[in-house]
């Protein structure tokens, strides 16, 4: 199994940085799986619009934010009614999951999963020269494996569902919710 | 900190008790019962947020807890909102609409802390689970069972019987040793109902015997069947509530269990699931039961796949099919160790898996004690461990299936190098004309381990010795025989008949002539041993996976045993038996469920990366 891109969710943001249409390969991308695979990139923050992460190289520590656009006007309708369709026919379907051929109905509806980096808004906090660098390219595929572990991340990512996601688990109140003030009641 | 000045009361589901805190002394003021002092994780408000903190406490078990709490007086200055809400829901007892009082639950009174320290109970969740705790033990006494159930038992039932309730199911894993039988049978002795279908037990045939004497003894009132061996029938009606007991190696192709339909069906030991494409979990999934529960103390033995089948079975679909599963857990889990996929897949099982571990549940429990024993090599070993690996890189490992079996081979020889050099030579004793050649003086952790068990014995304590291998045991018999003087050290391993090992057991359990060690082999020494007169248990070689030891260890660190129990690892310096510690230590550090094929990820290693694992660490010569 591969490391990088084991579902269709987490291939088609592999495939953004490994882009097949430019001919020569980027030389930064081995030093980027490397950082990967070996948990540089940690604190990987997955929010709408944007992609968070610090990336721990040579001892020193970088903060990548990478800006992506969510799905707006008419793509997010189509991409909203196929993303419908596909969870009414996959009611099963374990918590966090999605099924591939959904991934594969949008890219045949022209809607993209993952955005190509040139189409990105991407910072890192090092000093390199090279844009995008290893840092930017390490988190894409940090963002791959959690995709792939959670193929709802990329919805997350591109356009964050209004209703019918569940939030936490029910029996726990997270301690930051917990009113302090009203602790002990009236 | 503001302490309160009320009494304040917190349900705490794992103690099934109540727990009354802070200004104690008005425990007294109102005839509360004094309970068993204690001391509970809870959150409490500090500078406008709440933090975990050790709260003092007085634990009133839910029994007398329910009845003084329904006597206090509704309105009193010095009872806190928490205790007053707490004797509401005493009173509406085991029915009624928690929903309304969901809302009056300040948050002290479900103050209870996850096991990360970052969320308390729900309100809801709390009043649930309270209620849940009364009725089992309403249940358990309507149903006159025969026994005393530890508070974290009724909890461990309550938990089942929502299953139950709900017709779905689940995976109690709690450690061996606690009485997951006990737990299994107080639900099926609590769902017998006049329209309600039988029950399904399925374990090992080596158990049948046991449970079917177990729920004589805990339910007697619960009819009871043992379907098993080649003349077993089922009555044409089988009564409502009663438990058919029957094996594994039944269950793979009898029709009979597939036509009825059962309430509960009971997959014990059920790492017997383990493996999805076998005939018998096939057979398992496909039984017609309202719900169904699988119990095991070791839901992931080496794969991730295993806690897969095992939740094929009684969570169908919980998990996704098993290629999502592979992608999205065992993939990410056993090739990267992604903390992230182990906490994601640690949170979707959750609901449907319960387990405590010893430590958390059994206080009275006596401490297990775990110490590490660092051996040398002799020249001999040092040798022939150098000898073996340079053989083995020099011939080259190639590649592929080819290269995992010579991998293994070689793991093999090393660790054979590290028990005795006999064991690795095929020595057997009978060597020529000079007799039995000396095995004192060849290997540093076979003569350490002699002079331990020597002086355990001296002391007059009882030692357990577990190795993998049965030419290891009969070195370390024939030595042991001669050390300790008296009569032949026993030796337990799987050629020995079941009547055999039984009264190898019962010896070591009650005779006191009998030799004061006992060695075992690992995977012979599998379920249902009980030989808690040991206070030492030695692991003489290492298995690769630390849940197998645990496991062996166990066998005498379970209820009914008295002393502290110490826990003897032999590891011998700079050489592979290092690694494999390291790497327990690693494993232990991960997720409970995370495991991983240890010797897979050795055979996937480069020729580079292997060599420097395996090479002999130069200070490891004595």
């Known amino acids: 199994m591969p490391d990088f891109g084991a579902t269709g969710w987490g291939r088609a943001w592999v495939r953004a940085v490994e882009s097949t249409a430019v001919t020569t390969p980027n030389p930064l991308l081995p030093k980027a799986r490397s950082l990967a695979r070996n948990d540089a990139v940690t604190t990987v923050d997955i929010a709408p619009g944007r992609l968070t992460a610090e990336v721990v190289d040579r001892g020193r520590h970088h903060r990548v934010t990478i800006d992506i656009p969510l799905w707006t006007g008419q793509v997010r309708l189509v991409a909203d009614r196929l993303v419908a369709r596909s969870l009414a026919e996959h009611r099963g379907l374990a918590p966090g999951d999605l099924p591939d051929a959904l991934a594969a109905d949008l890219a045949s509806h022209g809607i993209d999963i993952a955005v190509p980096t040139d189409a990105q808004t991407a910072t890192c906090t090092c000093a390199s020269r090279r844009r995008p660098c290893s840092h930017v390219l390490a988190t894409h595929y940090a963002l791959a494996q959690r995709v792939d572990e959670q193929p709802a991340l990329a919805l997350t990512l591109r356009a964050p569902r209004r209703t019918g996601h569940r939030q936490g688990d029910p029996d726990w109140i997270d301690l930051r919710e917990v009113d302090a003030a009203a602790f002990y009641g009236g | 900190m503001p302490w309160p000045d009320r009494l304040q009361a917190t349900f705490v589901p794992a103690e099934h008790a109540v727990a009354f805190w802070g200004p104690l002394d008005l425990v007294h003021a109102h005839d509360l019962p004094e309970g068993r002092p204690g001391t509970c994780r809870f959150a409490l408000p500090a500078d406008g947020r709440v933090e975990p903190v050790d709260v003092p406490v007085r634990l009133v078990d839910l029994d007398t807890a329910v009845p003084a709490l329904r006597a206090l007086p509704a309105r009193s200055a010095a009872l806190g909102a928490s205790v007053l809400a707490w004797r509401a829901a005493a009173r509406l007892a085991e029915d009624g609409d928690p929903g309304e009082l969901a809302a009056r639950l300040p948050p002290a009174a479900h103050a209870v802390l996850n096991a990360e320290e970052t969320a308390i109970m729900s309100a809801r969740a709390a009043l649930t689970r309270f209620h849940q705790a009364v009725a089992t033990a309403s249940a358990l006494r309507a149903t006159g069972l025969r026994a005393t159930p530890r508070p974290y038992q009724v909890r461990g039932i309550a938990w089942l019987r929502a299953l139950a309730a709900e017709g779905g199911g689940g995976v109690l894993a709690d450690d061996m040793g606690l009485g997951k039988t006990l737990q299994a049978i107080g639900l099926l002795a609590t769902r017998r109902h006049p329209d309600q279908r ?223 050099p006999a064991q690795y030579l095929g020595e057997n004793g009978e060597n020529g004309e000079n007799g039995e050649r000396e095995l004192v003086g060849r290997s540093g952790k076979f003569d350490r381990a002699v002079e331990m068990l020597a002086e355990i014995a001296d002391q007059g ?38 009547a055999r090992r039984d009264r190898l057991v019962h010896a070591f359990q009650t005779d006191d002539t009998a030799p004061p060690v006992l060695l075992l082999s690992l995977r012979a020494a599998g379920f249902g041993l009980n030989l808690t007169r040991a206070s030492h248990v030695v692991h003489y070689d290492r298995w690769w996976n630390p849940a197998v030891e645990e496991q062996a260890t166990d066998r005498a660190h379970r209820i009914g045993q008295q002393r502290t129990l110490t826990v003897h690892t032999l590891v011998t310096g700079g050489t592979i038996e290092d690694h494999i510690a390291r790497l327990h230590q690693t494993k232990r550090a991960l997720a409970d469920v995370v495991s991983r094929d240890a010797e897979a990820a050795l055979a996937d290693l480069s020729d580079a990366d292997l060599h420097s694992v395996l090479e002999l660490n130069p200070g490891a010569i004595a």
Not at chain 2, 232 to 259: F, I, N
Not at chain 2, 478 to 484: A, M
């Open chain 2, 198 to 420: 039988p029950h399904l037990v399925v374990c090992p045939t080596s158990l049948v015997g046991n449970w079917l004497r177990e729920i004589q003894r805990f339910a007697p009132d619960t009819p009871v069947i043992g379907y098993h061996g080649a003349r077993r029938a089922l009555p044409e009606h089988v009564a409502a509530g009663t438990v058919v007991v029957t094996s594994y190696s039944v269950l793979r192709t009898d029709q009979a269990l597939r036509q009825q339909h059962w309430d509960t069906a009971v997959f014990d030991e059920a790492q017997q699931l383990k493996n999805p494409d076998a005939q018998v979990s096939r057979a398992a999934a496909g039984l017609t039961a309202h719900a169904r529960i699988a119990m095991t103390g070791t839901p992931v033995e080496n794969r991730l796949t295993e806690l897969w089948s095992i939740l094929h079975v009684t969570n169908p679909g919980v998990l996704g099919s098993r290629a999502r599963f592979r992608q999205r857990f065992a993939g990410p889990i056993e090739q990267r160790r992604s903390a992230t996929a182990a906490a994601r897949l640690n949170a979707l099982v959750g609901p449907h898996l319960l387990r405590r571990t010893k430590s958390e549940v059994a206080a009275d429990l006596p401490a297990k004690q775990h110490t590490t024993v660092a051996c040398t090599l002799t020249a001999e070993q040092a040798r022939l461990y150098t000898d073996a690996v340079d053989r083995a890189f020099a011939t080259g490992l190639g590649s592929g299936i080819a290269r995992r079996g010579r991998v293994l081979a070689l793991l093999t020889a090393l660790k054979q190098i590290c028990n005795h």
């Open chain 2, 461 to 498: 304590d009882r030692a357990l010795v577990f190795t993998q291998y049965r030419a290891m045991g009969e070195l370390l018999c024939r030595q042991l025989t001669d050390t300790l003087g008296g009569d032949p050290v026993p030796f337990l391993h799987g050629g020995l008949s079941l």
